[in-house]
């Protein structure tokens, strides 16, 4: 089993829409969260980091639940430039590693 | 103010060809980093420098060599490249030292094909 799991989409809605992610972990040990967002053949960019009381940007809001080990992306009004990727990212406490998951891709359509 | 700068952005190699990939940032950032994105496989750290005139192998280090020329310079060598290291890299930095760290600052990338 992957130590960061999301699914990989496309996740296909149209603008306007609200939209949510899961990005799920295994490692109960893990103790900083991200999301990062990657448009297609760029770099990826810090989107938010998700805090244990959860937290909102905008548009954007990140929340953890570390019973059930997951963080979530809820993304309100969905524009078109939201189309991407977005990466889940996550810190272990025992290795210190930063983990990647490999990505939910969104389309907004108009 | 550039951030990270990686060149080449393309580059398409024949199996045991050698090349070197360069970055350079201008943020005064003390940590740097090279990953590997593949298919399915999410972004996979190669080696990372905590600071200048040290290095220290990520995940997947096998077949790379890297050198820490100065603070702003991290570059990563291929000496005999291989099919299996196709794949896009990415060159990241950090003002936090170690490994771990929140917010990374990428370079645009370099999509290396190998034959």
């Known amino acids: 089993r992957k130590e960061v799991e999301q699914d990989p989409g496309p996740f296909n809605v149209p603008e306007g829409a609200t939209v949510a992610f899961n990005c799920t972990y295994s490692n109960s040990a893990s103790q900083s969260f991200f999301w990062y967002r990657q448009d297609c053949r760029k770099e990826p960019k810090l989107l938010m980091s998700v805090y244990s009381s959860g937290n909102e940007d905008g548009r954007f809001t990140a929340q953890l639940n570390r019973a059930s080990q997951y963080i979530s992306l809820l993304i309100r009004d969905s524009k078109l430039s939201d189309s991407a990727t977005y990466l889940c990212v996550v810190i272990s406490l025992n290795t210190d590693k930063l983990i990647f998951g490999t990505g939910t891709r969104l389309q907004v359509f108009p | 103010n550039a951030g990270v700068t990686q060149t080449p952005k393309f580059q398409v190699l024949k199996t045991g060809q050698s090349m070197t990939l360069q970055c350079a940032q201008d943020?005064?950032?003390?940590?740097m980093y090279w990953y590997r994105q593949d298919p399915g496989m999410g972004l996979r750290l190669i080696y990372y420098?905590?600071?200048?005139?040290?290095?220290d192998k990520g995940e997947v280090p096998n077949g790379y060599n890297v050198s820490r020329l100065n603070k702003r310079e991290f570059s990563l060598r291929l000496e005999s490249a291989a099919p299996s290291q196709t794949s896009v890299y990415f060159c990241?930095?950090?003002?936090?030292?170690?490994?771990?760290?929140?917010?990374?600052?990428f370079g645009s990338g370099t999509q290396l094909s190998v034959l």
């Open positions: 943020m005064n950032h003390n940590s």
């Open positions: 420098s905590a600071s200048e005139g040290t290095t």
């Open positions: 990241a930095s950090s003002e936090l030292r170690g490994e771990t760290n929140e917010k990374l600052f």
